[in-house]
């Protein structure tokens, strides 16, 4: 149902499973092992798997933090993507890795939730993108806003609620956990 009637493929996006971004996340252990279990569906279907690196001033490009957890492994023909704004699309070469793949269905996981998981989500739909939001493989940190602390589970389960049927023209947003998803 996507824009792309032309484009059937689907990607696994990993978006920010960082050293740093995920250092203290809530159930940070369990998120990862539920990306892990996506990342070996996405392979043993030939669906592809991109990875995405956030890099800014207090996440310098090389660095420990910078990394992708160890629990995770790339392979060497699995893109990575390099961004600096909270969407994995802006001034990246997403768009064309999907196009060259011929992805019109994007399954997103990840960090964070209420940022890079968030506005990545937002700018696929917008950009013609189906999307499924894996409601168990995305994570997050307490956050303080002003004099109160949101805490990460509530950030959580407010995404998931937020893209749980949600449309646009020609596409849509839906979530799913690790175990329903099928790529």
Request: glycine share 4%; proline share 3%.
């Amino acid at each position: 149902m996507s824009r792309f009637p032309d484009r059937s493929g689907a990607a696994l996006l990993v978006i920010n499973v960082q050293n740093a971004v995920v250092e203290g996340a809530w159930h940070r252990e369990e998120t990862i092992r539920n990306i892990n279990a996506l990342v070996e569906k996405a392979r043993s279907s030939a669906a592809a798997v991109i990875w995405v690196q956030h890099s800014s001033e207090h996440l310098k490009i090389d660095s420990q933090g910078w990394k992708i957890v160890p629990e995770l492994k790339p392979l060497k023909s699995e893109p990575i993507v390099r961004k600096r704004f909270r969407s994995s699309f802006e001034e990246t070469e997403l768009d064309s890795i999907l196009e060259k793949l011929g992805v019109g269905h994007l399954y997103i996981s990840g960090a964070q939730t209420n940022n890079c998981v968030r506005h990545t989500t937002h700018a696929a739909l917008e950009r013609g993108y189906d999307v499924t939001l894996v409601k168990d493989a995305h994570t997050t940190s307490d956050t303080k806003w002003g004099s109160s602390v949101l805490q990460a589970s509530a950030i959580i389960s407010e995404q998931n609620r937020a893209c749980s049927d949600y449309e646009l023209p020609g596409r849509k947003c839906d979530i799913a956990a690790t175990s329903e998803v099928i790529l």
